[in-house]
């Protein structure tokens, strides 16, 4: 089944605690993207790759960092986390159409994290 | 920064009545799409409209372009209960590998 894959779901955590969210697609997507959902503010992007060893900033990437070393992972990092970055994150891949640009994004679950 | 701009915020239907949502953007776009997220889960794409089309339909959908105006209608035709979520739009500027979302639409069907 092609879908993305996220973990943990739901994570509590404390300022300043290191964590990594995982995100994982099964489809060869060259292009995987971040999301941080807060309410009334939709969906703002934080960071996204074009490809693998490909990465680039997207609205709101300050407190964030990500890789890309293989083309179906793309973890998301937050080395110092804190209370601001409590939010609903979203990891997300497609094809890039035409090598220009991309289209349809596949959306994984969601993860849920809360920072005391 | 955020390019759609739905409207309204919050929609309350009767079952079987038609839901119309709109969005406008700020620059000149590649595609226009719609999501789908039910409450909490993650987005589901319903239907991608290019900047050259005008008109699109998916069953139940139809999503209408003006580039003119810069603005796009999505309208859901005999709701049903099961269409009760969040709707988002989201562009794509030219030459940019970026998805923007609006901050969606809130619809409720009631039984």
């Known amino acids: 089944e092609a879908q993305v894959t996220q973990n943990p779901r739901y994570l509590i955590t404390v300022t300043g605690k290191k964590l990594t969210v995982t995100c994982s697609q099964n489809?060869?997507?060259?292009?995987m993207s971040w999301y941080r959902q807060d309410p009334g503010l939709g969906l703002r992007q934080i960071y996204y790759?074009?490809?693998?060893?490909?990465?680039d900033k997207g609205d709101v990437p300050e407190g964030y960092k990500v890789s890309r070393k293989e083309k179906r992972n793309f973890p998301l990092i937050l080395e110092s986390p804190s209370p601001n970055q409590t939010s609903l994150y979203f990891c997300?891949?497609?094809?890039?159409?035409?090598?220009?640009?991309?289209?349809?994004?596949?959306f994984g679950p969601g993860t849920r994290l809360t920072v005391l | 920064s955020q390019q759609g701009e739905e409207d309204p915020q919050a929609l309350s239907i009767q079952e079987g009545e038609n839901a119309t949502m709109n969005c406008s953007y700020k620059?000149?776009?590649?595609?226009l799409q719609w999501y789908r997220q039910n409450s909490g889960r993650g987005l589901v794409h319903l239907i991608l409209?290019?900047?050259?089309?005008r008109e699109k339909h998916s069953g139940r959908l139809r999503v209408t372009l003006d580039t003119s105006k810069k603005s796009s209608s999505l309208l859901i035709t005999a709701s049903r209960a099961a269409d009760t979520a969040s709707y988002f739009c989201?562009?794509?500027?030219?030459?940019?590998?970026?998805?923007?979302f609006g901050a969606g639409t809130t619809v409720t069907v009631r039984a």
């Open positions: 620059t000149s776009i590649n595609n």
């Open positions: 409209i290019r900047s050259n089309e």
């Open positions: 489809m060869n997507h060259e292009y």
């Open positions: 790759s074009m490809n693998v060893e490909v990465t």
């Open positions: 989201a562009t794509r500027r030219s030459n940019d590998y970026k998805l923007s």
């Open positions: 997300a891949s497609s094809w890039v159409a035409g090598g220009s640009g991309t289209d349809t994004q596949y």
